[in-house]
């Protein structure tokens, strides 16, 4: 009996280890690609064919409780659909088992999806079905430094919308700015408002949100034109292009600087945004971020005024059932070095940060957002 066991074994291992070694050729998981966290293979572990244990990195100096950024690529060979298990650990969680690391997006831009998973410990478990080819898997749908790259050369410049390299990164990356003009009001009546966003490369919500924004003026019209009329508005949609392509959360690049804290860096890409706001003085400068919040997107004001502005015309609920967590800059100690203090000191000029959740929303409604946030802005400042 023992013999014929051993004959049965020996006869379908060989069978069995090479079926499971081309069902593991079929699909691969990769990291290192343009805004891939974690950016080695080694963080990727293959515990079974279809099975993937993942270690994303918080980069050295950043807050140790600002774990937010996952993005891999899944490249199927197959020419059926796989169901793809990630297990992916959250060391934050020891600390803040408050975290909820439960909701998670696969596809591409334009075609996003979002799953979710069971959390146990500092584990995030989920399963992802692989269509045929490449699909991303992250916490946040991804927009790379790519991605921004390939929008900016589709831009037609005009009379109305400009665009330029208002500097380079520590890399040497594009920081590229925009600015959408118009005839009416003489240069020195217009009100001057300036957009930001991939201050923190995790926060992908910006990026679709400013990209709806241009592509609102470069399409123009009579509401663009009415804006414009009294508005200059300058873009500067990635001031962290580095930090988006290294898979970074909050800094520039490893041992960077955290830009929100960068008045007094002399990182290139903090020298290039002071330059900018040091030449046009905005009104109202608007800094996009996301956060993984579940019920609240976040509006951090340097004044009041730019809070009722906002609330007035973005009431609570405008965008789906959320609410407004509102806060200002005088009611913390803000670091000195922080933007907002800077831009107070420098200008006394108005300042938001808004942070705008992911959870339970499609790229269809952070494209909204920006639709919803330009009018409100140039609005608010009409009336100011």
């Known amino acids: ?61 950043s807050n140790e409780a600002y774990y937010f950024r996952f993005n891999v690529r899944v490249v199927n060979h197959d020419s059926l659909a796989r169901d ?11 600390e803040h ?20 998973a069971t ?78 966003a991939r201050n923190h490369p995790y ?12 592509k609102y003026f470069q399409a123009g019209g009579p509401e663009a034109d009415k804006l414009l009329e009294e508005n200059d508005v300058y873009l500067l949609p990635m001031i962290n292009p580095d930090g988006v392509a290294l898979g970074m959360n909050q800094q520039t690049r490893p041992k960077g600087v955290n830009l929100s804290f960068g008045s007094d860096s002399d990182d290139p890409a903090a020298l290039t945004l002071l330059a900018l706001v040091n030449r046009i003085r905005p009104a109202l400068w608007v800094d996009v971020h996301s956060w993984p ?29 959320y609410v407004w967590n509102v806060s200002f800059v005088g009611e913390g100690n803000t670091a000195a070095n922080h933007l907002w203090q800077w831009l107070i000191r420098t200008h006394d000029s108005g300042g938001v940060s808004l942070s705008f959740s992911w959870y339970r929303r499609t790229e269809e409604d952070l494209r909204l957002i920006g639709r919803r946030l330009l009018p409100a802005v140039c609005g608010m400042l009409r009336e100011r």
Request: charged fraction near 25%; proline fraction near 5%; aromatic fraction near 14%.
């Open 1 to 61: 009996m023992q013999r014929c066991i051993l004959i049965i074994i020996t006869v379908l291992y060989p069978a069995v280890s090479a079926l499971l070694h081309a069902e593991s050729a079929l699909v691969e998981v990769e990291a290192g690609f343009d805004g891939a966290n974690p950016q080695s293979l080694k963080d990727i572990i293959r515990e079974a064919p279809l099975r993937f244990r993942v270690k994303p990195f918080n980069e050295e100096g």
């Open 84 to 94: 793809v298990e990630f297990i992916i650990e959250w060391p934050v969680l020891r």
């Open 97 to 116: 088992p408050d975290y909820e690391y439960d909701a998670y997006f696969y596809g591409d831009i334009g075609r996003w999806h979002w799953t979710r």
């Open 119 to 196: 959390v146990e410990g500092i584990e995030a478990r989920l399963v992802v079905p692989a269509a045929p080819g490449t699909t991303y898997v992250g916490f946040y749908p991804r927009y790379s430094y790519e991605n921004f790259e390939r929008f900016m050369s589709g831009l037609k410049p005009s009379e109305k919308f400009e665009k330029w390299v208002e500097g380079k990164s520590f890399y040497g990356r594009n920081i590229w700015c925009i600015k959408a003009t118009g005839q009416g009001k003489g240069e020195r009546e217009k009100k001057v408002v300036l957009f930001t």
């Open 203 to 214: 926060e992908t919500g910006g990026s679709y949100i400013l990209e709806e924004i241009i």
């Open 293 to 321: 919040h579940k019920g609240d997107d976040g509006m951090w004001c340097t004044h009041r005024w730019v809070a009722e502005g906002l609330l007035a015309r973005m009431p609570e609920r405008t965008f789906q059932d």
